[in-house]
């Protein structure tokens, strides 16, 4: 006996599978993730850790290299990708392929960063070694303030420290948390979980479209009838088509060569890349001024950017707020990003008001500053694939020719990209191409004399401490 049968020949037995099934579907409702797309993006985990007053290739050397060098026979793994930046942080971003278990990966993860914790620095391992699953992009960014201007940012940084972060932490589905030690931001990654999916049977249909036995008469009210009718009136209608189009086969045959060539223009014409540009009522834009530059500098020039979005692109923006001393580069005092929140789609209908056309107006903008670099870029169209939309390319040393060499090959390309090269003909809608980059700054080293701090009746712990705070000051707060 076949399955079909069995529910066919047993409708009220179907019926009741079927209706356990709608309300296991409908109480489901409520547990499925809120995303626009399903999970697609390639699971990764990220190993963190700090070596406090470290300059980058002391961090790149000394805890990147080692930790790198353990990562191997890990199932999964198609590549990982490290930065270290000259405030001792370095991270670790292993990708695997889609499908992998995060949790499998991870614990694998964390196995081998076992093997490699007693090759790294004491200071290090002190500091700790974090290991987490996230997405690679932001989900959210949020702004907290201090409306009546009693807190600073350093009192709106403790406090987010204190009692945001561990709660937002705790929450399910979020990945990792990053609060900027200043009132200005918090970046939040989604742990998306998997869609669930709903079932029909045969015998529910069965039992709706069921015919009416002899004898028995058929009520003309009601879903049922209305749906027969329905369904008459369409096969009568589809029919009287049919027969109207074979009675004219040249008139209809010129139709269809149309429909096809227009088919054919279209789909020539449609966007090739594997997700479309969405305006997604937000922009991204990235400034980094010269090496050496101070924090106050940087300041000067995201206000600079602020003035500009505030002033003469009001139409379109809502509001912006930026940090400096991070951005997709890393942490550097030369280095600064801003998030530009747009006003809602109802009040943009206008092209000049499009996303494509501020950000293109914003670029040029940005291309008259002449105290630093800057550029403006929207989010990626799903999250978890890239920092931002179109495509991303790392240029790697192979031959071990030092930073140098690598800055120069940087530079070369970044000045190519702005013409017609061979790769930018593959994308001819490329409009702009911004580096990732941190230019190695200038370093001066200390050597604290242990006979002089003694003789001032002070230990040269005191100085290495003094040397780290005043780092990570200089580092979180504006001057």
Request: hydrophobic fraction near 40%; include cysteine; charged fraction near 15%.
């Amino acid at each position: 006996m076949r399955l079909s049968r069995f529910f066919i020949d047993r409708p009220i037995f179907a019926w009741v599978i079927a209706l356990i099934i709608m309300l296991m579907g409908s109480l489901a409702i409520t547990g499925l993730p809120i995303s626009r797309y399903p999970n697609i993006a390639p699971p990764s985990v990220s190993i963190t850790a700090s070596y406090p007053g470290a300059s980058a290739k002391t961090v790149e050397d000394s805890v990147t290299q080692i930790i790198e060098q353990n990562m191997t026979e890990i199932d999964g793994l198609i590549y990982m990708a490290s930065t270290s930046d000259n405030t001792g942080n370095v991270s670790v971003t292993l990708t695997f392929t889609s499908g992998t278990n995060p949790d499998t990966a991870q614990v694998q993860v964390q196995n081998k960063l076992q093997q490699a914790t007693p090759l790294l620095p004491q200071i290090v391992q002190l500091q700790g070694i974090s290991v987490s699953k996230a997405s690679s992009s932001f989900l959210m960014v949020l702004a907290f303030v201090s409306r009546d201007g009693r807190l600073s940012a350093g009192d709106i940084g403790d406090y987010l420290a204190s009692h945001v972060l561990d709660p937002v932490n705790r929450v399910q589905g979020v990945g990792s948390v990053q609060v900027f030690d200043s009132k200005y931001a918090m970046r939040i990654w989604l742990n998306a979980d998997k869609l669930k999916a709903y079932g029909l049977t045969p015998a529910l249909c069965a039992t709706l479209l069921r015919p009416v036995k002899k004898g028995e008469h058929q009520s003309e009210r009601g879903v049922f009838p209305w749906f027969n009718r329905m369904v008459d009136g369409g096969k009568r209608r589809y029919q009287g088509g049919v027969v109207h189009i074979l009675a004219r086969p040249g008139r209809y045959l010129l139709i269809y060569l149309g429909l096809a060539s227009l088919m054919a223009l279209l789909f020539f014409r449609l966007p090739t890349a594997f997700l479309p540009d969405e305006d997604q009522g937000s922009l991204i834009t990235m400034v980094q001024t010269p090496v050496g530059a101070t924090l106050g500098r940087t300041v000067k020039v995201l206000d600079q950017v602020k003035d500009y979005f505030l002033d003469k692109e009001k139409a379109a923006v809502a509001s912006i707020f930026t940090v400096a001393g991070w951005s997709f580069s890393g942490s550097a005092q030369n280095s600064g990003i801003g998030f530009v929140l747009l006003r809602d789609w109802e009040e943009r209908k206008a092209a000049r008001l499009g996303v494509d056309a501020i950000q293109e107006r914003a670029n040029a903008a940005l291309a008259t500053i002449k105290d630093a670099t800057g550029f403006v870029f929207a989010p990626p169209p799903v999250i978890g694939l890239g920092n931002s939309a179109g495509f991303d390319l790392y240029l790697k040393d192979n031959n071990g020719q030092g930073h140098e060499a690598l800055t120069a090959a940087l530079n070369q390309f970044s000045m190519s990209s702005c013409r017609p090269t061979r790769l930018f003909e593959w994308y001819p809608k490329t409009s702009n191409a911004g580096m990732y980059a941190m230019p190695r700054g200038t370093w001066y080293r200390s050597h604290p004399s242990p006979t002089r701090t003694g003789t001032m009746a002070r230990p040269a712990s005191n100085v290495t401490t003094a040397q780290r705070q005043y780092r990570s000051t200089a580092r979180r707060h504006p001057v």
